[in-house]
């Protein structure tokens, strides 16, 4: 069953937090400290007991807000120094070893504290540095992190500036311990901003970024990206920077406004013998809900993240959001809304794709309204959703930048039973393509509540256009015209055509007699419903008027295409307003 209902309410503008703080959370012992070399990584030294005096480029984790040295110039002898040092020492302390369970215990303990604010005020010269400015400041790749010789994979760091106010704990594990990477203003170039300069030395990191060598075994791409609340992205070969995921969403576009949680710790866990996975861990937190996170991200034609999460409530959630997806979508070929753009369409994503506990495939057009739209599919179990990019002709989009026809999809593969709920689309009226105005998300029947717990398990898949999760044809085109009006007897009217193509189509066009599409509204008269072989795009394309015979102000629509009684088609299906 599908519901659909529109807000037609000004949508409140918040500032979004992006970010997460950091906190001192290991209190057993002491954790080693570690910066990125060229080459091989360095030496570690290993942290004296508190009772005796730390060596001078080693420290005890410690809070965000407290000052860590800057590593930048720290040489070869030096580190071995401080190691040599610190073995002198009567009451060494021994390494703090990772164990999964301990970011669990962190954020269960986490949730019974008061919730403290993790943005932190940056520099006047970070603070004012537009997306543009911000984006000049580049980790150095020749510092990147993890031994080449052991793994593909690299990691870099992302400064705090402009937006990303919120100081983030980053930790490697390497052969099972601990080590805090302290911040170092050293391993970036500050571009044209002119900040080189500046002491930076009490801040920390924004986030982080995985590379791999995905387009062939010299390269060195992205791979994925956690920067901002409980943002990241996902790439596969062949794809560029596009849509992105979130941890969880709490609350978005509800009558009290949007609660975004953020990640405030990461762990990332060194790959070896030449692993084709590598696992992060993450400590999430808001004001009503914390949560660890376990992301086993593994490279590929369509990468892939095998998601766990664990999330305890501080207090009860009206509406819990798992696996978001946010995407773009500023016009399309539809033309629903007109801007004065060289390009033909401009978005990340173009549709939502649902396969429901049914086994029904539903496809669902995006679009930018006018209002605020949100769109509710009731269901039990799902079996997976995503919002794809389908539209993968460059021409269509013209766009040399952006590269829209090579941006990733996304689909969500829940694990385990899912229960009752439902998978709600918000669509945010934008007037431009720098806000993702898109958001899908599975909602549980059952609301959190304070002190309750949540186990969740799923995978996010970066695809293409999707073609390969079923096997029927697609809804590929969504035109739509407005019709004038015939006459008294006649209500002002619209048309639609679609294009449907893919699967066996093609070969049950040969008896298009016997092809029919069935088209339903819930609400309205569907009238000259047409179905025409279509040689120029393959498939078929499919006409049908809609015409408003009461005082309805809104109608449900539905399509698919079948032979004789066979469905060949996934289920077109959109909300219209009069």
Same mark, same amino acid.
């Given at each position: 069953?599908t519901q659909?209902?529109q807000?037609?309410?000004?949508?409140?503008?918040?500032?979004?937090l992006l970010?997460?703080?950091?906190?001192?959370?290991?209190? %057993?012992?002491g954790?080693? @400290?570690?910066?990125?070399?060229?080459?091989n990584?360095a030496? %570690?030294?290993?942290?004296?007991?508190?009772?005796?005096?730390a060596?001078d480029?080693?420290?005890?984790?410690t809070?965000?807000?407290?000052q860590?040295?800057?590593?930048?110039?720290?040489?070869?002898?030096?580190?071995?120094?401080?190691?040599?040092?610190?073995?002198?020492?009567?009451?060494?302390?021994k390494p703090?070893?990772?164990?999964p369970?301990?970011v669990?215990?962190?954020?269960?303990n986490?949730?019974?504290?008061?919730?403290e604010?993790?943005?932190?005020?940056?520099?006047e010269a970070?603070?004012?540095?537009?997306?543009e400015?911000?984006?000049?400041i580049?980790?150095?790749?020749?510092?990147?992190?993890?031994?080449?010789?052991?793994?593909d994979?690299?990691?870099e760091?992302?400064h705090?500036?402009?937006?990303?106010?919120?100081?983030?704990? %980053?930790?490697?594990?390497r052969?099972g311990?601990?080590q805090?990477?302290?911040?170092?203003a050293?391993?970036?170039d500050?571009?044209? =901003?002119?900040?080189?300069?500046?002491?930076?030395?009490?801040l $920390?990191y924004?986030g982080?970024?995985?590379?791999?060598?995905?387009s062939?075994?010299?390269?060195?791409?992205?791979l994925?990206?956690?920067l901002?609340?409980?943002?990241?992205?996902?790439?596969?070969?062949?794809?560029?920077?596009?849509?992105?995921?979130?941890?969880?969403a709490?609350?978005?576009?509800?009558? =009290?406004g949007e609660?975004?949680?953020?990640?405030?710790?990461f762990w990332?866990?060194?790959?070896?013998?030449?692993?084709?996975t590598?696992t992060?861990?993450?400590?999430l937190?808001?004001?009503?809900?914390?949560?660890?996170?376990q992301?086993?991200?593994?490279?590929? =034609? @369509?990468?892939h993240a095998?998601?766990?999460?664990?999330?305890?409530?501080?207090?009860g959630v009206?509406?819990?959001?798992i696996?978001?997806?946010n995407?773009m979508?500023l016009?399309?070929?539809?033309?629903r809304?007109?801007?004065?753009?060289?390009?033909?369409?401009?978005?990340s994503?173009?549709?939502?794709l649902i396969?429901n506990g049914?086994g029904?495939?539903?496809?669902?057009?995006?679009? $930018?309204?006018?209002?605020?739209?949100?769109?509710s599919?009731?269901?039990?179990n799902? %079996?997976?959703?995503?919002?794809l990019?389908?539209?993968r002709?460059?021409d269509?989009?013209?766009d040399l930048d952006?590269?829209?026809?090579?941006?990733?999809?996304y689909?969500?593969t829940?694990?385990?039973k899912?229960g009752?709920g439902?998978?709600?689309?918000?669509?945010?009226?934008?007037?431009?393509e720098t806000?993702?105005?898109i958001?899908?998300?599975?909602?549980?029947?059952?609301?959190?509540?304070?002190?309750?717990?949540?186990q969740?398990?799923?995978?996010?898949?970066?695809?293409?256009?999707?073609?390969g999760l079923?096997?029927?044809?697609?809804?590929t085109?969504?035109?739509?015209?407005?019709?004038?009006?015939?006459?008294?007897?006649?209500?002002?009217?619209t @048309?639609f055509?679609?294009?449907?193509?893919?699967?066996?189509?093609?070969?049950?066009?040969k008896?298009a007699?016997n092809?029919?599409?069935?088209?339903?509204?819930?609400?309205?008269?569907i009238r000259?419903v047409?179905i025409?072989?279509?040689?120029?795009?393959?498939?078929?394309?499919?006409?049908f008027?809609?015409? $408003? =015979?009461?005082?309805a102000?809104?109608?449900n629509l @539905?399509a698919?295409?079948l032979?004789?009684?066979?469905?060949l088609?996934?289920?077109?299906?959109?909300?219209?307003?009069?």
């Amino acid at each position: 069953m599908t519901q659909h209902f529109q807000q037609h309410s000004k949508l409140p503008l918040r500032r979004v937090l992006l970010g997460a703080a950091a906190s001192a959370l290991i209190t %057993i012992g002491g954790t080693a @400290r570690i910066h990125a070399q060229e080459n091989n990584p360095a030496p %570690i030294p290993q942290m004296a007991d508190e009772s005796a005096p730390a060596p001078d480029n080693a420290s005890a984790q410690t809070a965000p807000t407290e000052q860590t040295a800057d590593t930048s110039a720290v040489s070869e002898d030096s580190v071995e120094n401080a190691v040599s040092d610190a073995q002198k020492q009567p009451n060494v302390s021994k390494p703090v070893m990772f164990d999964p369970a301990m970011v669990t215990d962190l954020a269960r303990n986490l949730a019974k504290q008061p919730f403290e604010n993790p943005h932190r005020e940056l520099p006047e010269a970070l603070s004012a540095l537009s997306a543009e400015d911000y984006a000049e400041i580049r980790f150095k790749s020749q510092r990147a992190f993890f031994n080449p010789a052991e793994t593909d994979f690299s990691l870099e760091l992302y400064h705090q500036g402009s937006m990303y106010d919120v100081p983030i704990t %980053i930790n490697l594990v390497r052969n099972g311990e601990i080590q805090v990477i302290p911040f170092s203003a050293g391993l970036f170039d500050f571009g044209k =901003t002119g900040l080189s300069g500046n002491d930076f030395s009490t801040l $920390n990191y924004a986030g982080f970024g995985l590379k791999y060598p995905l387009s062939d075994v010299t390269s060195n791409d992205e791979l994925t990206r956690f920067l901002g609340a409980s943002y990241f992205r996902l790439q596969g070969q062949g794809q560029s920077i596009g849509q992105m995921a979130r941890g969880l969403a709490v609350d978005l576009a509800g009558p =009290t406004g949007e609660e975004i949680p953020v990640f405030r710790e990461f762990w990332i866990v060194e790959p070896k013998d030449g692993s084709n996975t590598i696992t992060v861990y993450a400590l999430l937190d808001s004001a009503r809900v914390t949560g660890a996170y376990q992301f086993d991200i593994t490279p590929g =034609t @369509r990468s892939h993240a095998d998601i766990k999460t664990h999330l305890f409530f501080r207090d009860g959630v009206e509406k819990i959001g798992i696996a978001p997806l946010n995407g773009m979508f500023l016009f399309g070929e539809q033309r629903r809304r007109y801007f004065d753009d060289y390009r033909g369409e401009v978005h990340s994503s173009d549709g939502l794709l649902i396969n429901n506990g049914r086994g029904e495939w539903l496809w669902r057009p995006l679009d $930018n309204p006018q209002h605020l739209q949100m769109s509710s599919f009731l269901d039990e179990n799902p %079996i997976g959703f995503g919002l794809l990019q389908r539209d993968r002709n460059f021409d269509h989009y013209q766009d040399l930048d952006k590269r829209f026809d090579q941006q990733p999809g996304y689909w969500v593969t829940p694990k385990g039973k899912w229960g009752k709920g439902h998978i709600e689309l918000v669509e945010i009226p934008s007037p431009s393509e720098t806000n993702d105005n898109i958001v899908a998300y599975w909602v549980p029947e059952t609301k959190p509540v304070a002190g309750g717990e949540m186990q969740v398990e799923y995978s996010v898949t970066a695809t293409r256009d999707g073609t390969g999760l079923h096997g029927m044809a697609q809804a590929t085109d969504t035109r739509i015209q407005r019709m004038k009006t015939g006459g008294d007897e006649d209500r002002s009217g619209t @048309r639609f055509v679609l294009n449907f193509a893919g699967g066996d189509l093609d070969y049950f066009t040969k008896d298009a007699k016997n092809l029919r599409a069935d088209v339903s509204a819930s609400q309205g008269e569907i009238r000259n419903v047409r179905i025409l072989p279509d040689p120029e795009n393959g498939g078929v394309r499919v006409i049908f008027d809609l015409v $408003n =015979t009461s005082d309805a102000t809104s109608s449900n629509l @539905r399509a698919f295409i079948l032979y004789q009684d066979k469905v060949l088609s996934e289920t077109w299906t959109m909300p219209w307003a009069f």
